[in-house]
């Protein structure tokens, strides 16, 4: 409630303060203001209902956002641009999606308020959002950056989408330009709230029968469950009355998430399993759905779609990041080194016991900042990159390694335990360009694993103009995929080859036939793994596209793509699919209409979609959007069958 307040004050105020400007810019005293003092950007907001006769829904029922992007221009030196972002799937989500920043620009520097993102480098901070604060200063050479915020909000769940509250703060601070030359060290800490979630919760996860089986009475099923932080027994109950009572299966079973049932009488289609603890009784899960007990029937124990969560999983972390980067160019840029490193430490539980400083292997002045704990590691990540770049010819020649240990809280993804070797050649003749590039990856740097992966990949393209409306490009990539292990089991062996063609054609750019695409693509793979004999896969690939001018405010777009694919020697696919799409402008481009009409089909799935579109600008500053959209998907391998979707959309859009 309270960010809804502060989303339409926000709004009143700056028309207020624009309507000030506009009244006071119609005499002479209100120059001033008229001159120095200028509001732009947009507002706007998206509605959506969606609804689908599929068991399983893609989205929700309904959704909206409002947003508001407002900047004030203050002298012609400073810039202050506003983020404001509501919407109906923000407070809902595991991590927060609403956002509200401000951020002042001006010659050499900037200001960050509320949500924004910034990156340093790769290895140190880049990728996640920060909802807090943060300044760059640029004056001339000298570089000086901070940031300082939260991360992640608490959230109870697993690994995946679990977290506790998260705080970040990062500075560097540099000299130089970055397209010549420059230097930049970096400091970067970030810190879990261990206290931001309920370590003592409890719970108990009925995971079957857990609705919509079938059970006969005689038959042996086993009972599961998950459970967190409960101790002691367990008790499982069976209510064959959609919960009004209950009769006693077992009781103080040990807690072992499984107990083996033979199934009794009566017949019931309201089954419900209750499962709790003996300790406590308010700890206790139900069925989500009755399920049935039956004589003479097929037991058949319906498939569970609810995420499993091991609540263990999640761990307060902390993390120490010291890094660099920078370039050193020479020769007008003809040559030029790119460098970027950094060292971590990292503990992944808070909860660990510290170490004793004088028995661990951590530098002495790394501890003075950060407490070492039983778990905590140290490790390093680096780049280098050395350029040569002529008119005609340009090559690069890079070397990476990020050790298995390396680890940076302010990144939003890092893949570790790689070492890369890369060439990239281009070289340019007249109106062909030709790219040549070389990539080696390898893996086990430290040598803990039993094998050693490696991929070398290699590609090659060529792109020509042919003639003025013709152009032409051809490209390959080869994969090497193998490791070193001497079990057939975990052998690795895989091979893969694509080749591209691609050819654009600018007919006539005022006539009925504009434009034709045709592009075809073939890949061969071979996996010799022991336990995929015979696993070769051949996908041909070829798509057409056509472009016509059917009027000057009607135009139209074909397209068709066949996929014929072979894998094991023994499925055989083939998929085909088409567009149609026109799009009509109307009075004096005030009105746009879309209308797309789609289809795929292969053996057993076919998929109809028809979607239509109009943008009416109501003004010059003013636009209207309405969108509707109906798909009908027919087949047999979809978890839940033959359905309907209908997806409706309506936005409104107003710049200032």
Excluded: C
Aim: charged residues 15%; neutral net charge; hydrophobic residues 35%.
């Amino acid at each position: 409630m309270k960010i809804h307040i502060i989303f339409f004050t926000a709004i009143i105020v700056f028309f207020n303060i624009t309507l000030f400007a506009q009244q006071d810019s119609q005499n002479e005293s209100g120059n001033f203001v008229k001159d120095n003092f200028r509001i732009s950007g947009e507002i706007g907001a998206y509605g959506e209902y969606y609804t689908t006769t599929n068991e399983y829904a893609r989205r929700p029922n309904t959704t909206g956002r409002l947003f508001f992007r407002p900047t004030i221009d203050l002298f012609d030196l400073i810039q202050i641009p506003f983020e404001f972002l509501i919407s109906t799937e923000g407070s809902s989500a595991r991590q927060n999606i609403n956002q509200f920043g401000i951020n002042p620009r001006w010659s050499w520097g900037s200001l960050h308020l509320g949500d924004f993102s910034t990156e340093y480098s790769r290895y140190t901070l880049s990728g996640v959002l920060i909802r807090g604060g943060g300044i760059n200063l640029n004056p001339g050479n000298f570089r000086f950056s901070t940031a300082a915020g939260f991360t992640r909000r608490s959230a109870p769940g697993g690994a995946q989408d679990g977290s506790f509250k998260r705080f970040l703060l990062a500075s560097k601070l540099g000299f130089g330009n970055e397209s010549v030359s420059y230097v930049d060290f970096i400091f970067l800490r970030s810190k879990d709230e261990i206290s931001s979630l309920d370590q003592n919760d409890k719970s108990i996860t009925v995971l079957s029968p857990n609705g919509n089986d079938v059970l006969d009475i005689g038959a042996l099923i086993a009972i599961t469950w998950n459970s967190y932080n409960v101790g002691g027994a367990i008790k499982i109950e069976l209510s064959r009355d959609g919960g009004n009572t209950f009769e006693l299966i077992a009781d103080n079973q040990p807690n072992v998430s499984f107990y083996n049932w033979t199934v009794t009488g009566p017949v019931t289609f309201e089954a419900l399993i209750k499962i709790s603890s003996t300790e406590d009784s308010t700890v206790y899960d139900l069925s989500d759905n009755y399920f049935s007990i039956g004589s003479g029937v097929q037991t058949s124990i319906a498939a569970n779609t609810n995420n499993i969560i091991n609540q263990n999983a999640v761990t307060p972390q902390e993390n120490l990041v010291l890094g660099t980067k920078g370039k050193v160019s020479f020769l007008d840029n003809v040559v030029s080194f790119d460098f970027d490193a950094a060292g971590s430490v990292y503990s992944r539980d808070l909860r660990a016991s510290e170490l004793d400083l004088d028995s661990s292997d951590i530098p002495s002045f790394i501890s003075k900042i950060y407490k070492p704990r039983v778990g905590t590691n140290y490790d390093f990540a680096f780049n280098t990159a050395l350029s040569l770049r002529f008119s005609s010819f340009s090559t690069k020649v890079g070397y990476r390694r990020i050790q298995p240990g390396y680890n940076s809280l302010g990144t939003a993804y890092l893949h570790n335990d790689i070492q890369e070797i890369s060439i990239m050649n281009n070289f340019r003749i007249s109106t062909v360009n030709l790219n040549l590039s070389y990539i080696r990856q390898t893996d086990n740097l430290l040598e803990q694993k039993l094998f050693t992966t490696a991929r070398n990949i290699i590609t090659a393209g060529i792109n020509a103009r042919v003639t003025n409306s013709w152009t032409s490009t051809i490209s390959g990539n080869i994969l090497l995929m193998a490791n070193d292990s001497n079990k057939d089991s975990t052998k690795i062996d895989f091979k893969n080859y694509v080749l591209t063609f691609n050819n654009n054609f600018s007919v006539d750019p005022k006539g009925f036939m504009r434009t034709i695409n045709l592009n075809y693509s073939l890949q061969n793979s071979d996996n010799k793994s022991y336990l995929l004999k015979n696993n070769t896969t051949i996908v041909h690939s070829l798509n057409l596209g056509l472009g016509f001018g059917i009027s000057p405010d009607l135009t139209s777009n074909f397209s068709a793509g066949f996929v014929k694919s072979s894998i094991f020697d023994t499925v055989k696919t083939f998929t085909h699919n088409y567009g149609l799409n026109f799009q009509h402008k109307a009075f004096s481009n005030k009105l746009n209409l879309s209308l797309n009409l789609s289809s795929a089909f292969n053996q057993a799935n076919k998929s109809y979609r028809a979607s239509i579109s109009s943008g009416y600008n109501l003004t010059d500053a003013d636009n209207l959007t309405l969108a509707v959209s109906f798909m009908r998907f027919d087949g047999k391998t979809f978890r839940g069958g033959s359905f309907n979707e209908l997806l409706t959309s309506l936005s409104y859009n107003h710049r200032f």
